[in-house]
């Protein structure tokens, strides 16, 4: 069975921390996709991943950093935490460039304070 | 640029009652077209998919056809549940050098009471 796994449900955090959230799939898919969720506005993206060590800004990149060191893990990073990055962040991935199912995790919900 | 527009919610129903969510587009060339669900605390899952158009996507009761002419992919259940309480995201893939990224719309809040 398909997985992704995100490091954590629930996060507080203090504004101009250094935040990392972390993904894991198991799929050997090549794409992988971080988003958040926002009541009324859908999902927005914020980057994604081809490859390994390739990344592309969505829709929403600004204070958001990504890597992508092995192809199974994608992590998120806010440089210095804010008060509007609060947020569900949910990760995706899928296999091919073609437009295709995204498998998600579970979400990881952060409370920025 | 695509774009995805969903009915406004949230939507309450009776057990047993009739659905439709509708959904249009905007997209250049032919994208594929998806549905997605999301229960309470959980991710998102894919609930059907079309790929090109007059297909016919369907799933757990649930079903969306493809119609380029309109361009909408609106989704419905004859009768639906308790269980089918969730968020419904309407979606699409453009294809090319996208990467497989898909644009979704703003969700659909549904609740059904027995």
């Known amino acids: 069975d398909v997985k992704v796994t995100q490091s954590s449900r629930y996060l507080v955090k203090r504004t101009g921390e250094k935040v990392f959230l972390e993904c894991v799939q198991d799929m050997d898919h090549e794409n992988m996709f971080w988003y958040r969720q926002d009541p009324g506005l859908g999902l927005r993206l914020i980057y994604f991943?081809?490859?390994?060590?390739?990344?592309e800004k969505g829709d929403i990149p600004e204070g958001y950093s990504v890597s992508r060191e092995k192809k199974e893990r994608f992590s998120l990073i806010l440089e210095s935490a804010s008060t509007n990055q609060t947020s569900m962040y949910l990760c995706?991935?899928?296999?091919?460039?073609?437009?295709?199912?995204?498998?998600f995790g579970p979400g990881t919900r952060l409370t920025v304070l | 640029g695509n774009s995805v527009t969903q009915m406004e919610g949230p939507v309450t129903l009776s057990e047993e009652a009739f659905l439709t969510i509708n959904c249009t587009y905007t997209?250049?060339?032919?994208?594929?077209l998806f549905w997605y669900v999301q229960y309470p605390g959980e991710g998102l899952q894919l609930l059907l998919k079309a790929t090109k158009a007059d297909d016919k996507g369907s799933n757990k009761g649930f079903e969306a056809t493809y119609r380029k002419e309109t361009t909408s992919f609106h989704l419905e259940k004859g009768s639906v549940q308790v269980s089918d309480s969730a968020v419904y995201f309407c979606?699409?893939?453009?294809?090319?050098?996208?990467?497989?990224?898909?644009?979704f719309g703003q969700g659909t809040i549904l609740t059904v009471h027995p």
């Open positions: 979606a699409l893939g453009a294809g090319g050098t996208s990467y497989g990224k898909l644009t």
């Open positions: 995706a991935s899928s296999l091919t460039v073609s437009p295709d199912t995204q498998y």
């Open positions: 997209a250049t060339g032919y994208p594929s």
């Open positions: 991943s081809y490859d390994v060590k390739m990344k």
